[in-house]
């Protein structure tokens, strides 16, 4: 399976973005998809989550700002980013588990930057 952002980019303080990850097979059967982001010198980090019954988990620090969403037609996650900050700053990465499995993230994309300017 191959996972391929795109997306990313500089935006202003209190813009928005909508990042895509875009996978070569199905992922009609993957319990657990979501958005990940690394900031140089940090330990990577949930951003946001999705299950296949459409459950969502939120990293703190983007609820009400962030949604995520799955098109299993097009195997396809986006990210819809609002009202950015410069702590969003950060390499984001697609991450699934392999199909049946809610655990352990297996397949991950090569990421994308986005780079929020205040």
């Known amino acids: 399976v191959q996972l391929v952002e795109s997306g990313g980019g500089l935006v202003q303080a209190g813009g928005s973005l909508r990042l895509s990850c875009a996978a070569s097979?199905?992922?009609?059967?993957?319990?657990?998809i979501g958005w990940y982001r690394q900031a140089p010198g940090k330990e990577r980090e949930l951003v946001a989550r999705i299950t296949s019954g459409g459950a969502t988990n939120y990293a703190d620090s983007v609820k009400d700002r962030f949604t995520i969403s799955r098109d299993n037609a097009k195997n396809l996650l986006s990210l819809q980013m609002n009202s950015l900050k410069p702590d969003d700053t950060s390499v984001y990465y697609c991450?699934?588990?392999?199909?049946?499995?809610?655990?352990?993230?297996?397949?991950w994309g090569q990421g994308t930057q986005v780079t929020v300017s205040s």
């Open positions: 991450g699934k588990s392999r199909s049946g499995y809610y655990l352990p993230i297996e397949f």
């Open positions: 097979g199905s992922i009609s059967n993957t319990k657990n």
